[in-house]
């Protein structure tokens, strides 16, 4: 797979893990689990470049007497993923002529 495509795809995988509650990194990948296998270093990669494009925020509360880094989608990050959710209809689109999988044409 292309590594671009990859990027973006797991960078709005991320997204949707924390759309609807703060989360932190154990926890990410935990949820993600059942969908797709990552790593915790590819996980604080892609949250450091999405809160560098400010589609998240990072906060830590305290949790067993250690702080823990809490990350929140913000409104980019929510439009980010309802763009995903756009292009990959257009996606599924060009895979079905490649494949020649479109209606009453197998």
């Avoid at 703060?22 to 790593?39: C, F, H, R, T, V």
């Amino acid at each position: 797979m292309d590594i671009q495509l990859k990027r973006g795809l797991l960078d709005v995988c991320v997204l949707a893990a924390i759309k609807d509650e703060d989360s932190y990194g154990y926890k990410i990948i935990k949820d993600m689990k059942p969908y797709i296998e990552l790593s915790e270093s590819t996980l604080y990669t892609i949250l450091k470049r999405l809160e560098t494009a400010n589609m998240l925020t990072v906060h830590s509360l305290e949790h067993g007497g250690r702080l823990r880094k809490y990350y929140h989608i913000t409104a980019a990050g929510v439009r980010r993923i309802e763009e995903f959710k756009h292009d990959w209809k257009e996606i599924m689109s060009i895979y079905k002529f490649v494949t020649k999988e479109n209606e009453g044409n197998e």
